[in-house]
């Protein structure tokens, strides 16, 4: 008898749900949002149960379905926009709603999780608890102590727990990955990516309050680098340096520019060094995002720049860019319908809802999505060297190793 159709709580309302931002689409290249989106055209095949919502604030909502329907009801054919809120339209304030939004919810169903970094642990606990199966933002969480909670947790409960990480899904960045395993021991890698300082205005509540620049960016090429080579390397040491000034100007306490420099050390004893450095002052161009990095193993290299990939546009309402349709294509088909379904962010999503529904229906085990999505199984070396960094900025530079258990097994970090 099939079963129905895992229900999907997205915690979280602003611009990579929703568009949304400070009462207006948001002012990057993810005006009509991704999740939100995603999960709409995911409900017209059938493939979703209910949709909820949660935020923090209710009053938003109003706002936010109007927004929805400019950019997504307006623009295609055939997507029902509708959707429960968390907390109430007439809440101002609730920064728990999303805990009575889990209330709706049963063991089996799924949970999107789209919010400040240091709120990502509690929002996780509370679903893995209730028994969802669960995909959240990049960092999945802030501190190794929590992904090890975190990793016990799911196991316990028998949920998939994955981080939502779309350069796994990007033909590229995939086909790079299966070379640079083909490349003999790791020696060097160097990586970029940056966003426009209106990012600091978007992201104003939280930036240099409760995380940084290295989590939100570092965190794509970190992932990267340990999903390549993982099997024959593991990062060993980890020391930050920051760049300031800019973001302190528009009254912002955080770095601007945010360097990692971490040792690798290869399971044949030769060693490597990675270059992870992330900005979010950088001036409006044509992307959104910098994206590149070079790697060099000793027996080849490779380089990647994923934001130009030979496509332009000029229009003269937003000027020269270069597009990317091969994360969302946000262009309707000629009939008006939504034909983003091929691009690696949507991607992303579908392939944990499909694992979701696959569970629930008793076709696999959370097990079985390791090394298939980014399970918290294996992004803790992720988690580890984001956590590193921080404390190593915070104590002026100094260098934080990361320890081993005589299995391999990553146990913990030490000053």
Request: glycine share 10%; hydrophobic share 40%.
């Amino acid at each position: 008898m099939p079963t129905s159709p895992p229900n999907v709580l997205m915690v979280g309302t602003g611009e990579y749900t929703t568009g949304y931002v400070h009462g207006s689409a948001a002012d990057s290249d993810k005006g009509a949002g991704v999740v939100a989106l995603t999960m709409f055209d995911l409900r017209r095949q059938g493939r979703v149960g209910r949709l909820l919502m949660a935020g923090s604030n209710g009053t938003k909502f109003p706002g936010i379905r109007a927004h929805l329907q400019r950019v997504v009801g307006d623009v295609y054919r055939d997507l029902d926009l509708a959707f429960e809120s968390f907390p109430s339209d007439s809440t101002e304030r609730d920064p728990e709603a999303y805990l009575r939004a889990l209330d709706e919810l049963s063991p089996g169903d799924a949970v999107v999780v789209f919010t400040p970094d240091d709120t990502h642990f509690a929002i996780a606990a509370a679903a893995v608890e209730r028994g969802c199966h669960l995909l959240v933002a990049k960092p999945i969480v802030q501190k190794l102590d929590e992904h090890l909670a975190l990793l016990q947790a799911a196991e316990e409960r028998d949920v998939l727990v994955a981080m939502e990480v779309h350069k796994r899904w990007d033909p590229i960045y995939v086909d790079a990955r299966d070379r640079i395993r083909e490349l003999g021991d790791f020696s060097f890698f160097q990586s970029y990516m940056s966003q426009p300082k209106s990012q600091l205005d978007t992201f104003r509540a939280w930036a240099g309050k409760s995380s940084d620049i290295s989590y939100y960016l570092n965190a794509h090429h970190v992932d990267f680098h340990c999903w390549a080579a993982g099997g024959f390397a593991r990062p060993v040491r980890v020391r930050a340096s920051a760049a300031t000034g800019a973001a302190e100007a528009k009254g912002i306490p955080a770095e601007d520019t945010i360097t990692l420099l971490v040792d690798w050390l290869n399971d044949s004893g030769s060693r490597g060094t990675a270059v992870y450095t992330s900005s979010w002052i950088a001036p409006k161009s044509d992307v959104h995002s910098q994206q590149r990095f070079f790697y060099m193993g000793h027996d080849g290299e490779a380089t990647v720049d994923q934001a130009h990939r030979g496509y332009t546009l000029a229009t003269d309402a937003e000027g020269y860019r270069s597009a990317n349709p091969l994360f969302m294509k946000y262009a309707p088909d000629a009939q008006g319908r939504f034909t983003g379904q091929s691009g690696y962010g949507y991607r992303s999503f579908e392939d944990f809802i499909d694992a979701a529904r696959a569970i629930g229906a008793g076709e696999a085990a959370p097990k079985d999505y390791v090394g298939r999505l980014a399970t918290v199984q294996e992004t803790v070396w992720t988690t580890a060297v984001l956590d590193a960094g921080r404390r190593s900025l915070d104590s002026d530079g100094a260098p934080v190793d990361l320890e081993y258990d005589g299995g391999g097994k990553l146990v913990g970090l030490a000053l």
